[in-house]
């Protein structure tokens, strides 16, 4: 047998090629998704994780007394602790205030702990030593060597600032930071948000901790923290599951397709293998040996190529992307077993699947042609009744995952329902296949009608060559509605929360004219509207500036909103003891209105009024409020430092919005960066796998074209029949894509994104599928030329003797 396998191997090298090309890209698919996904996780965590980098586990739901006995432990063992917290403190440098409820945090002592970043001079190196947040103290006359007093009284705390740093995690950043045995000293409530540990004692640490303080492992609590910025949407476990579900699916799919078609070819080869003496364990033995080494073989390669391709794609995404957004990935073992023993496996089944049917019969049998999975046949009914009901489980595990939100029911069930469809192919492909090439045969003449009754003559032959392209497609489609619906979502939602990026109020008095076009003159500015208003006093709240509204503040983000006659817009935080709808006093000065109460979230620390009511409490106005919309590139924490330094000469709040929004845009931007490089692979794996199996389908019918060009069909006739019917399998596999796409992002819409976007509405990315339907059809065509060049070139009587 060792002798029929080189001799096999010599005479149908393109089979090989070809199987071991679906391998190929089967398991370089599994090892480009482990990286990207792995880079994703960096990026979507990297604003979250930056404080806990360098942890070993961290604790939260601990007060300061219990963080201040994890900071002893670590330091009686030899380890390294720090605490993330703060506490709101009056500020002075030298006589100067810098606030009277600056926000004062720890800085850990051990570099490997220590988060933020150095802009100017050093890091305290012991008790009596502070850092400054640099964009805090913009426009303040503060410099490194002052001494800053933080805290009032006895307990009050002086230390030399001695640098400045920037904080690139807003969620436990603060203003200035102290040492911790500088902080524990204030007389003031510390509230603490968790302590990061690292070294050996992190193992045992639980076992010293007060019942209810938690011990987690770095990354486990970096997405639990991720998840509650996300509305309880855990987006990194999604990520993962439904990239490594798409992963395996696409993996086992390409192979077991390819040599679905391959060892359809080689039935008889095996039948005469018996026929001249070859025992059925001889036969199933050397198909076994020979699907290993390929599959070992080829599966190895597949680890180099996506190892290559994984890198190159992380790479483009992070040239994208702002710096330090996402990090070069590492290798995961687990990933790498898994598409290794994917990549073996599956070659051994799918090559040992139709060779052991074949020798279950008698030789005899076995020569003559296979109509076993023929639709009308036993097996083909069987067939068809295993698609059925996949597709009705399929479709009801998707409607249970609308309705409970599971990631993972809704991969159970899409794989179910495609599963389903790829089973039912030989009777869904032939059918959509003769209602369009019925009406191309009426316009392009004979070869249009030869090609496609050529489709449809071996139903199953025919599914399998439309495979590949059907889950290229289908992924591509799904990808691209889902990516435009989310960010539409995401774009509107964020429009409701923050329609402002920045407002400044003024708190005890109006802002000056001068202050107006100082904002609007900053860097990064775009435009500013001042709004005019009063200071009053609403029952229930107390007193704050009440301001007008008017459609001309087009600073807005959004569809314009605007209070009626009649309401008055509170802050959201103020709204404590008001109900929505409730009525309110508003007074100013001899003036005072009765007005209905709704929730004013995103516009700043003043409460919104209609210009009639304004022009009712009071007849002279000033400019109580600056709303300012950032131009595209700025950077949230920069322009929000910047115009902190107006506003606090001026005696104004600031509310930055922009940080916000640019948090989620950049998790919107990785994730963007992510499945794009996932459609690229996607692409690229329906391109090749047509071609591939194509050309096994042309390699297959040799003798049937032989046949044709003897019956008096030309070579050009040949190679138009056979692009024709290219193209016809690339359009009903891209229609029947598409459709299956946009379901399958519907129902991911309503079952992930709904979750954390109210509202979340589906949207058709309609130039971007009309694209998809175009290259799918070149793609067909393209992936038709060489064979069918090959096709036209063998003779009549030659084409004849082949086997």
């Not at 001799?7 to 071991?20: D, K, M």
């Not at 045995?181 to 510390?190: A, E, F, H, T, W």
Request: hydrophobic share 50%.
């Amino acid at each position: 047998m060792r002798t029929v396998l080189r001799a096999s191997l010599r005479t149908h090298t393109r089979r090989y090629v070809s199987a071991a090309v679906a391998v190929v890209i089967g398991v370089a698919f599994v090892v480009v998704t482990s990286l990207l996904s792995d880079a994703t996780r960096a990026g979507l965590v990297a604003g979250v994780e930056l404080p806990y980098r360098g942890a070993d586990v961290v604790v939260s739901d601990v007060d300061a007394d219990q963080a201040e006995r994890v900071v002893d432990r670590a330091e009686a063992d030899g380890d390294s602790a720090a605490v993330l917290g703060w506490t709101p403190q009056s500020v002075r440098v030298g006589d100067a205030l810098l606030g009277e409820r600056t926000d004062v945090g720890a800085i850990a002592t051990d570099p490997d702990l220590r988060w933020q970043v150095l802009r100017d001079g050093r890091f305290p190196e012991q008790p009596g030593e502070v850092v400054a947040d640099a964009n805090s103290v913009k426009g303040e006359e503060v410099a490194i060597g002052d001494i800053v007093e933080v805290g009032t009284g006895r307990d009050a705390v002086e230390a030399t600032l001695v640098g400045l740093v920037d904080t690139p995690s807003a969620s436990v950043g603060a203003q200035l930071y102290l040492t911790w045995p500088d902080l524990r000293g204030l007389d003031s409530d510390l509230w603490v948000d968790s302590v990061v540990y690292a070294g050996p004692g992190a193992s045992a640490l639980a076992e010293a901790l007060p019942e209810g303080a938690r011990v987690q492992p770095r990354d486990e609590f970096v997405e639990d923290r991720q998840a509650e910025l996300t509305n309880e949407v855990n987006v990194l476990a999604i990520l993962l599951l439904i990239f490594a579900a798409i992963a395996l699916f696409v993996s086992v799919l390409v192979i077991a397709n390819t040599f679905s078609i391959l060892f359809a070819q080689r039935a008889r080869d095996f039948a005469l293998l018996r026929c001249v003496g070859g025992t059925r364990r001889q036969v199933l033995r050397s198909v076994r040996v020979e699907a290993l080494a390929l599959g070992l073989v080829s599966a190895l390669l597949g680890l180099g190529v996506g190892t290559g391709l994984g890198y190159a794609l992380v790479a483009l995404a992070k040239s994208a992307l702002p710096t330090g957004t996402m990090a070069f990935p590492v290798p995961s073992l687990p990933w790498y077993a898994g598409a290794l023993a994917t990549g073996v496996l599956v070659t051994v089944v799918a090559a040992w699947l139709p060779t052991r049917r074949v020798v279950r019969i008698s030789p005899l049998a076995a020569l003559r042609p296979d109509d076993s999975t023929g639709v009308r046949s036993g097996a083909g009914r069987l067939r068809v009744l295993l698609g059925v009901v996949a597709i009705a489980l399929g479709g009801a595990l998707l409607a249970l995952s609308v309705g409970a939100g599971s990631a993972a029911v809704m991969v159970a069930g899409g794989a179910a329902s495609f599963t389903g469809v790829l089973l039912l192919g030989p009777v869904l492909v032939p059918a959509l296949i003769r209602a369009v090439g019925g009406a191309v045969g009426r316009v392009a003449g004979a070869p249009a009608r030869l090609a496609a009754e050529n489709a449809v003559r071996n139903p199953r032959r025919t599914a399998a060559t439309t495979a590949s392209l059907l889950v290229g497609v289908t992924l591509t489609t799904a990808v691209l509605v889902g990516l435009a619906s989310s960010r539409s979502a995401v774009a509107d939602d964020l429009d409701t929360d923050h329609p402002v990026d920045v407002t400044l109020t003024g708190t005890d008095r109006a802002l000056s004219a001068d202050l107006v076009d100082e904002v609007g003159a900053a860097p990064g500015v775009d435009s500013t509207v001042a709004l005019t208003g009063t200071s009053a006093t609403v029952s229930g709240v107390g007193r704050l500036p009440v301001v007008a509204m008017t459609d001309d503040a087009d600073v807005v983000r959004g569809p314009q909103r605007m209070p009626e006659p009649g309401e008055v817009w509170v802050p959201v935080d103020l709204m404590d003891g008001l109900a929505d709808g409730s009525e309110v006093t508003v007074r100013a000065g001899a003036h005072s209105q009765v007005l209905r109460v709704r929730t004013g979230d995103g516009f700043g620390e003043a409460a919104l009024v209609a210009p009639a009511t304004l022009t009712a409490l009071t007849s002279t106005t000033e400019p109580w409020a600056i709303w300012v919309r950032a131009s595209d590139d700025a950077d949230a924490e920069d322009l929000g430092g910047d115009l902190d330094a107006l506003a606090r000469p001026a005696g104004a709040d600031l509310v930055n919005g922009l940080r916000d929004r640019a948090w989620v845009t950049l998790q919107l931007d990785v994730l963007t960066g992510t499945v794009v490089a996932l459609l690229g692979i996607a692409v690229v794996i329906a391109l090749i796998g047509i071609g591939n199996t194509l050309g096994l389908s042309v390699l297959e019918r040799g003798r049937e074209n032989a046949l044709l060009r003897a019956l008096g069909l030309t070579r050009r006739q040949l190679r138009a029949t056979l692009a024709t019917e290219a193209v016809l399998l690339s359009v009903v596999a891209t229609a029947l894509g598409t459709a299956i796409g946009v379901t399958f992002a519907w129902v991911a819409v309503q079952a992930l994104v709904s979750r954390a976007v109210d509202d979340a509405a589906m949207v058709l990315p309609w130039g971007q599928l009309a694209l998809v339907v175009l290259v799918a059809g070149i793609a067909g065509l393209v992936s038709a030329l060489l064979p069918a060049r090959r096709a036209a070139r063998v003779a009549p009587a030659a084409g004849l003797s082949l086997d």
